[in-house]
């Protein structure tokens, strides 16, 4: 049987993931995060309280849990766990996101468009907060230059709405970088690749609602952010699944990619919805499960209508749940 670690089980897709796993694919779900009550804990076949990324107990806490375990895929879904997690790929583990140079570059979002810009690939006019902002288009946005969700993240309208949020933020201006917005549709994309770097399907979903993560999406396909993605992974070499953030210029219809998460998003449930279980497949071309190479093959107009969802068990089913708690005592 194999068995998957999943982190980030506080995450609002990890539950429905954790389940199709087990039910469709018959893998062993291990779920780990650092809050003892992530509702993906309880969905998992154990589930474990970690240290914080940042705590140098956190690699000995997964180090512990995929040897005790036998895990044989680990697939971190937190952005300040990803280039600690590579570290465990010289220890035989397979660790299912890109590669660690590629990982480096995305997290670094001022590197990132630096990149593109260097292999020829559109973005917004990109600068950092200490730069010369002289010339830049309104309305702009501010944000950090590393950082998830909408943390720190602004939109300035001129360029003295421009210094006071410069001036106001808690982060130097070197911390952070001002990008031209493009007024357009918006769009997250899953790109499901692996380590041979043959790009296997290109997923687009047109956001309608976004609170911090999606809310509401729809799958569409667009020939040219198809071919933009295409083109990311053959000029910076992902080699593992990633995500594109973009938007279409609404005047040009040409896609600009502004964020790219180098790992699987939350999103994912609506590219498995539409045809592409990127997640599952994955797997099993990474443990040699399967042949190398996922169908590109998914149905546009698929709705994701992200919600709450209530559900009802007995105390003792959650009492008896495994919650291992990994505090540095336990491992060491």
């Known amino acids: ?15 429905g993931l954790v389940k199709h796993l087990k039910s469709c694919y018959g893998f062993r779900v291990l779920a780990a995060d650092m809050d003892r ?22 690699l000995p806490a997964i180090r512990y849990i995929c040897k005790q375990e036998n895990v044989n895929v680990f697939i971190p879904l937190v952005d300040e ?57 309104y309305p702009a946005v501010v944000k950090p230059r590393t950082g998830r969700g909408s943390r720190g993240v602004g939109i300035v309208h001129s360029q003295i709405e421009l210094a006071n949020f410069l001036k106001a933020s808690p982060f130097m201006p070197e911390q952070l970088i001002v990008q031209n917005y493009i007024d357009g549709t918006e769009f997250t994309v899953s790109v499901t690749v692996w380590r041979d770097g043959n790009v296997q ?14 809310r509401l999406a729809v799958t569409r396909h667009n020939p040219q952010i198809d071919s933009i993605c295409r083109d990311v992974q053959d000029r910076l070499r992902a080699d593992g699944p990633f995500n594109v953030q973009l938007r279409l210029n609404k005047n040009t219809g040409r896609p600009l ?44 107009g698929v709705v994701l209508l992200r919600r709450t969802l209530d559900e009802f068990v007995d105390e003792a089913d959650v009492n008896n749940r495994a919650i291992i708690d990994l505090g540095s005592d336990s491992i060491r």
């Open 257 to 300: 990619p502004f964020e790219i998460n180098p790992r699987f998003s939350t999103t994912i449930s609506l590219t498995i919805a539409a045809g592409v279980d990127e997640l599952g497949e994955l797997i099993k071309q990474a443990t040699g499960q399967a042949g190398p190479q996922i169908k590109n093959d998914w149905r546009e």
């Open 37 to 58: 009550y992530a509702t993906g804990l309880y969905y998992a076949d154990k589930g474990f309280v970690i240290p914080v990324a940042s705590s140098p107990d956190f």
């Open 1 to 15: 049987m194999i068995t998957v670690l999943l982190t980030g089980a506080g995450g609002a897709a990890i539950p």
């Open 81 to 137: 766990e990803l280039l600690v997690a590579l570290e465990l790929e010289s220890e035989g583990i397979t660790v299912l996101i890109p590669r660690h140079k590629f990982v480096e570059t995305c997290l670094d979002k001022f590197a990132l468009m630096n990149a593109l810009r260097a292999a020829r690939i559109s973005i917004p006019d990109t600068r950092l907060g200490c730069d010369d902002l002289n010339g830049l288009d």
């Open 201 to 214: 399907a290109v997923v687009p979903k047109e956001i309608i609602c976004k609170k911090g993560i999606t």
